[in-house]
């Protein structure tokens, strides 16, 4: 993962509180990718970016935003956090369909974040 | 419901032996396969991808496709200490950018 950051790595804050996590990316990658990882549910989708600003929604994502104005940049946000947010969050970059390594995704080192 | 699933485990294997993983998922048009290996408090690794029925190697590691079955495995040969972790499945389920993960199988090599 030397190609990906994640920022903060590690955050503390209060129910109702705002909260963006970055993450940044060196490699060029087309896809952006933000998962959430909780005991018993394993990796879950929250939002991806198909390109700079081209988002769409996975499986998890209500109370939660996205935006990427930068090819290298997508931005995680939680408007109003709660309790049920926390978790460890992972951006994960993906080069696209095209080529012999189509779907294949790469994970940043991860934000744990807790929410009281 | 688009699934991928895998045994949680623990899954115990003697130091030396062949570790065996299995994964199963549950549409029929999936395209691309991978494997992941996940050390606790770690991100996820990917170690293995395979597009096409049959096996296919890389060092200590085989990765096998079946898609009629709708399985695909992973084979650790001489499992070492350093193996122990969590493996996890993933599917690109259909046609898009999007793949789903198994819930992941923890594997203990035993010294």
């Known amino acids: 993962d030397a190609g990906i950051t994640q920022s903060p790595r590690h955050k503390v804050t209060e129910t109702g509180t705002p909260v963006t996590l970055r993450c940044h990316q060196t490699e060029n990658h087309r896809y952006m990718y933000w998962y959430r990882q909780d005991p018993g549910h394993g990796l879950r989708l929250i939002h991806y970016s198909y390109g700079v600003k081209d988002t769409d929604k996975g499986e998890v994502s209500d109370g939660y935003s996205v935006s990427r104005s930068k090819t290298e940049d997508f931005l995680l946000t939680l408007e109003s956090a709660t309790s049920s947010q926390t978790s460890v969050y992972f951006c994960?970059?993906?080069?696209?369909?095209?080529?012999?390594?189509?779907?294949?995704?790469?994970f940043g080192p991860g934000t744990r974040l807790t929410v009281l | 419901q688009k699934e991928v699933e895998q045994n949680s485990g623990p899954l115990s294997v003697p130091e030396g032996a062949i570790a065996s993983l299995n994964c199963t998922y549950s549409d029929r048009v999936s395209q691309s396969f991978f494997w992941y290996r996940q050390y606790s408090g770690k991100s996820p690794e990917l170690i293995m991808s395979?597009?096409?029925?049959g096996d296919k190697e890389d060092g200590r590691f085989t990765a096998q496709l079946n898609k009629a079955s709708q399985y695909v495995s992973l084979l650790i040969r001489d499992s070492q200490p350093s193996d122990s972790a969590t493996y996890l499945c993933a599917v690109n389920l259909t046609r898009d950018d999007k793949i789903i993960f198994g819930k992941g199988t923890r594997l203990h090599i035993l010294p």
């Open positions: 994960a970059i993906s080069e696209g369909l095209a080529g012999e390594s189509y779907n294949e995704q790469f």
């Open positions: 395979i597009y096409s029925n």
